[in-house]
């Protein structure tokens, strides 16, 4: 996938990927990243020479609302780290709450980053060409989804080694679109549906020269809405 790397990525986005994708789901529940596990060895085995470490800890520590959640408190210690974060509020109960990044920042911080990052973060993100992962599992070392792939039909495994290659930027745009308006929706279940120009809008802004996205940003919209979407205004759902 292309992507504009000077878009600005909002915290609280990275944030709530995190909940929502968590490292997997395992009996159909979300497992948390950070995890206990990682937590442990990464976020309480931080360097105590820097009094960052702690004020920030003990800071999400005396928050009730952000206690239990340790992604806020693991985005932290990326500022900390050096992530270019842009609108940190010390003075705040969560300092990153209204804090941004640019997608080219979080990139080059992943990149050179010794904490552990699970693979939706790149592709959520556009940032679909590089290897963030550490997990040592089966799936990481490439042997599980050699077999899925094998398993699927050779016109799937040629279209996926295309989008694979950056052949079909696009495409790889579109799928995330999907992913971010339309994966979890469901006819008649009670909320807004997205609006097209906000999702193609939301496309636009993720290309390379976005002031040129405007069809493409609008076609894609309009093919990720799946059919039983209503099209006009209607309670409880838009256009």
């Keep these: 996938m292309t992507t504009n790397l000077d878009y600005q990525l909002e915290m609280k986005e ?33 360097p105590v020479s820097n009094p960052m470490y702690l004020n920030i800890s003990r800071k999400f520590e005396c928050n009730a609302a952000l206690k239990g959640d340790k992604s806020w408190e693991l985005l932290a210690h990326w500022y900390i780290e050096g992530l270019a974060v842009e609108g940190y509020e010390k003075n705040i109960p969560n300092p990153l709450e209204n804090a941004t990044v640019k997608a080219k920042d979080l990139k080059h911080f992943l990149e050179r980053s010794h904490y552990a990052s699970p693979d939706w973060l790149a592709s959520a993100s556009g940032l ?8 040592t599992s089966t799936a990481a ?30 495409l790889d745009l579109l799928i995330v679109a999907w992913r971010h308006f339309w994966k979890d929706r469901r006819p008649n279940d009670g909320k807004d549906y997205p609006i097209n120009p906000d999702v193609a809008e939301w ?15 609008k076609a894609i919209a309009s093919i990720i809405r799946p059919i039983w979407a209503p099209t006009g205004r209607q309670p409880n759902r838009n256009q």
Aim: negative net charge; glycine residues 8%.
């Design 203 to 217: 496309v636009k802004i993720r290309m390379d020269n976005p002031e040129q996205g405007n069809s493409k940003a």
């Design 141 to 170: 070392t490439g042997k599980a989804d050699d077999d899925h792939m094998e398993a699927l039909p050779a016109d799937f495994r040629a279209l996926y080694n295309a989008m694979g290659a950056g052949e079909l930027p696009h």
């Design 14 to 46: 990275i944030q709530h990927w995190m909940l929502l994708y968590g490292l997997g789901e395992k009996n159909g529940k979300v497992i948390p990243y950070p995890s206990a596990e990682y937590v442990h060895s990464n976020l309480l085995s931080s």
């Design 128 to 135: 679909t060409n590089q290897a963030i992962s550490n997990d």
